[in-house]
């Protein structure tokens, strides 16, 4: 059964993957067999992330690139393309967040939010279906929602409006892209422990609220969404296609 779950001679490209979840998914893929591809926009974070696979002796390269910019994606496939290298397996997990109420919010930061966080999953997604479908070998995509794919806050409306996006994008390539034997699906974590969360674990009301609310009571942590992340990247998941897993504590199953 362990075949199941076996990456060896897969290469899987991980979006926003120097930090954070990002980087849990790429190491895990890793350790499960996969080249990856690590992605960012900043060397230093770059630099750090493959001295750390490197030195478990995992298989990584990196590529500087806005996630949200067209011709820079396509620039490097276009590089993978001519050392064939071919990309099995995507991970769109860049995205950032910001808060402020509707009423005071600017329609740059609006747009500035749902480019990073939707219409760059389109865009990577796209570039790497185009090629699995020429190559006839299938793929995955695994696209990163959240609890807000299913649930509003207030002062976040950019992000949830991207996140719920991301659940009816990932229907969509299903719809369109299983007949290539390319299964799209999703993740939704929960309110994770991470340094981009850090000011909301320090915030004794926030910190509470987020314990008290999930039936886990705890936060979760970056090591609990790799295995949802490797199932769905494996051939123990062929048959499941359009799906959003929520990794959330039970968070959502209550009231």
Not at 67 to 88: C, G, M, N, P, T
Not at 171 to 200: H, R, V
Not at 212 to 218: D, F, K, L, Q
Request: charged content about 20%; hydrophobic content about 45%.
């Amino acid at each position: 059964m362990q075949t199941l779950f076996n990456l060896e001679g897969k290469v899987a490209l991980i979006t926003g993957s120097t930090r954070g979840l990002g980087f849990a998914y790429a190491q895990g893929l890793a350790q499960a067999g996969a080249k990856v591809i690590l992605n960012g926009t900043q060397q230093q974070h770059m630099s750090a992330a493959l001295e750390k696979l490197h030195a478990q002796d995992l298989e990584a390269e990196g590529f500087l690139f806005n996630v949200a910019d067209e011709e820079a994606i396509e620039s490097v496939f276009r590089q993978l393309d001519a050392r064939d290298v071919h990309v099995d397996i995507v991970i769109n997990n860049a995205g950032i967040q910001f808060r402020k109420p509707m009423l005071e919010l600017a329609l740059s930061d609006w747009q500035r939010v749902l480019d990073v966080n939707l219409t760059s999953t389109f865009l990577v997604s796209r570039a790497a279906a185009k090629r699995m479908i020429e190559r006839k070998r299938g793929g995955k995509i695994i696209n990163i929602g959240s609890l807000t794919s299913e649930a509003a806050r207030a002062t976040v409306a950019p992000y949830t409006a991207a996140k719920g996006g991301i659940k009816m994008l990932t229907k969509s390539m299903a719809a369109e892209w299983a007949a290539f034997n390319i299964q799209t699906n999703g993740i939704g974590p929960g309110y994770i422990l991470t340094d981009m969360n850090e000011a909301l674990v320090e915030n004794e009301t926030f910190n509470q609220w987020v314990c008290s609310s999930n039936p886990s009571g705890r936060w979760g942590k970056p090591d609990e969404l790799v295995g949802t992340a490797i199932y769905l990247a494996s051939s123990a998941s062929n048959y499941i296609n359009g799906q959003m897993i929520y990794v959330d504590g039970g968070w959502l199953a209550t009231l």
